[in-house]
Nanobody
Framework: QVQLVESGGGLVQAGGSLRLTCVASGSISSIKSMGWYRRAPGTQRQREMV?????????NYADSVKDRFIISRDNAKNTVYLQMNSLKPEDTAVYYC???????????WGQGTQVTVSS
């Protein structure tokens, strides 16, 4: 059974940086994309896509994080990272890691890690 475990969240002042890490344990193959999503506190809105990356390094970013966040991956370690720079209070959210397989074969989510940016 595949599990995704996130780490690296925490409290940081505006303008600071954090690096999130997500490791997928268990057997996983035919990855279509890996990514990070977030949900702001006190909302029931759908999780917002932050950044995604394919095994061939095609990346996609939300407009709100372009030029500040960088997603990267290590295929051999089934690990995806999110380097977050110039953090803003509006980046405060629970960040979730996601791995998706081709043709909807799987859609794995982590438990989430809290990121809080103080002003």
């Amino acid at each position: 059974q595949v599990q995704l475990v996130e780490s690296g969240g925490g409290l940081v002042q505006a303008g600071g940086s954090l690096r999130l890490t997500c490791v997928a344990s268990g057997s996983i193959s035919s990855i279509k994309s890996m990514g990070w999503y977030r949900r702001a506190p006190g909302t029931q809105r759908q999780r917002e896509m932050v950044a995604t990356i394919t095994p061939t390094d095609y990346t996609n970013y939300a407009d709100s994080v372009k030029d500040r966040f960088i997603i990267s991956r290590d295929n051999a370690k089934n690990t995806v990272y999110l380097q977050m720079n110039s953090l803003k209070p509006e980046d405060t959210a629970v960040y979730y890691c996601n791995f998706q397989g081709w043709f909807g074969r799987y859609d794995y989510w982590g438990q989430g890690t809290q990121v809080t940016v103080s002003s």
